[in-house]
């Protein structure tokens, strides 16, 4: 790569991902090859990079794997490319134990510089104490620059860059407050603006970006030496795999889906009319409750999934993919695998880091993010036992019917193997 660096902000709601976005479709616009991360587990993020640049974007998270690996993984999807742009998250030093899985702990790792966004939305000079305090933290860590965020007129910036001056540290310029760039709206915490409104969002993005900001100073950044360990992704699995990928079904992570080999097929639960020969089926997560009237009425497949189970295929459901397994989702029939049944009545957020224990003490590490709950998950046992970031032991269960399981928790294995969750 020729260009690698993280865009990071003071703060979660700093305008990362507007920024990213819109640098990310600028330098696709150029013709240059852009590889997108994302720093932790979010899969909203990288779909939207994928928008962006037309790559796949690929996590990077700290909690989820360890050192080497993420740095092998870096190495390995950016090869070929132009440039490497990494959207951080949170703020800039915001981790899961302090600052460990942060995206100054991701920089650090990677040897990456960090183009800081700061929200000047109400400040002014002020900024500088700011920009200083980011900036020294962590000798580890070195901010080459600032960009800043929500700035509402030239004069305004004129003080904004006076401030990146009295404290030494570069400004790359900014992007304006102007209601075109406000990110579209969400739903349950995740966007489903269709491709076309967020197509829109994106190019008034690098509009922008590329009317205020100097994108060729953050193209001439160089990154530090770090030993990128193995480069290459290690197959972990040598059985048939079928993956369900369709609206229902999109969250995946890259990693996770290239590790399973060569022999991957697949299929959609909303339009197939039953699974494609595998020896394994993964069911991931999404949004199958927004689509539960479909999924219900394509009776073949729910027969399909629900025969291969009783058969003792091996089977793996996670979030979406749960519920999918269980008997309805309000009202609507789903497989009947689980005997539980799901509902988005009385939502609310279920998040956080988790580590599934397994046999002989290893562990794989995970992220639970949903607002669905089931009505009565008490009439199937739970199989595992998982503990939060803070090793404290959580009551998110992973349930088990013969060869199928499944769960909340979105679990990576890129590092340790697929194959590994037919131990719990």
């Known amino acids: ?60 998270d700290l909690f989820m794997s360890g050192e080497c690996h993420v740095r092998s993984v870096f190495r390995h999807y950016g090869r070929g490319a132009d440039a490497a742009v990494v959207e951080g998250v949170m703020g800039m030093f915001d981790g899961y134990d302090g600052m460990k899985g942060s995206s100054a702990h991701l920089a650090g790792v990677l040897g990456l510089p960090v183009v800081l966004l700061v929200d000047a939305a109400s400040a002014s000079y002020s900024v500088a104490a700011t920009i200083y305090g980011f900036s020294s933290l962590d000798p580890g860590v070195r901010v080459a620059g600032v960009v800043f965020n929500r700035v509402s007129s030239e004069r305004h910036f004129s003080f904004l860059k006076a401030a990146c001056r009295g404290v030494g540290v570069e400004c790359f310029g900014y992007i304006r407050r102007r209601d075109g760039l406000k990110t579209p709206s969400r739903h349950l915490g995740l966007s489903l603006e269709s491709e076309e409104a967020m197509a829109n969002f994106i190019d008034n993005c690098a509009e922008e970006v590329g009317a205020t900001v100097d994108v060729d100073a953050l193209m001439s950044l160089e990154s530090s030496s770090v030993d990128a360990g193995e480069v290459g992704l290690r197959k972990v699995c040598g059985n048939r795999v079928a993956v369900a990928r369709d ?119 995970g992220h639970e993010f949903h607002y669905s709950r089931l009505r009565n998950p008490e009439c199937f046992n739970d199989v595992s036992r ?33 194959e590994r969750l037919w131990e719990v």
């Open 386 to 418: 998982q503990r939060d970031a803070r090793g404290e032991r959580v009551d998110t269960r992973i349930y088990r019917s013969g060869n199928t399981i499944a769960g909340y928790t979105h679990l990576y294995w890129a590092e340790k193997g697929f």
């Open 247 to 365: 609206e229902a079904f999109s969250f995946t992570y890259r990693a996770n889906i290239d590790s399973l080999g060569d022999d991957v097929v697949f299929f959609s639960p909303l339009r197939d009319a039953g699974l494609p020969e595998a020896d394994i089926v993964y069911i991931p997560g999404g949004y199958p409750e927004l689509y539960s009237r479909v999924l219900s009425a394509n009776r073949p497949m729910l027969e399909s999934v629900r025969e291969y189970s009783e058969r003792g295929g091996r089977i793996f459901g996670e979030c979406g993919g749960l519920i999918y397994l269980g008997r309805e989702i309000d009202g609507d029939s789903m497989c009947g695998v689980f005997p539980f049944e799901a509902t988005m009545d009385d939502a609310r957020l279920r998040l956080g880091y988790r580590e599934v224990l397994l046999p002989g003490g290893e562990t794989l590490r």
């Open 1 to 60: 790569m020729k260009t690698s660096f993280i865009i990071a902000g003071t703060s979660s709601g700093s305008g990362k991902t507007t920024f990213s976005l819109g640098l990310m479709r600028l330098l696709r616009s150029r013709g240059l090859i852009v590889q997108p991360y994302k720093c932790g587990p979010d899969y909203i993020d990288p779909l939207y990079h994928g928008l962006a640049t037309g790559r796949e974007s690929v996590n990077l």
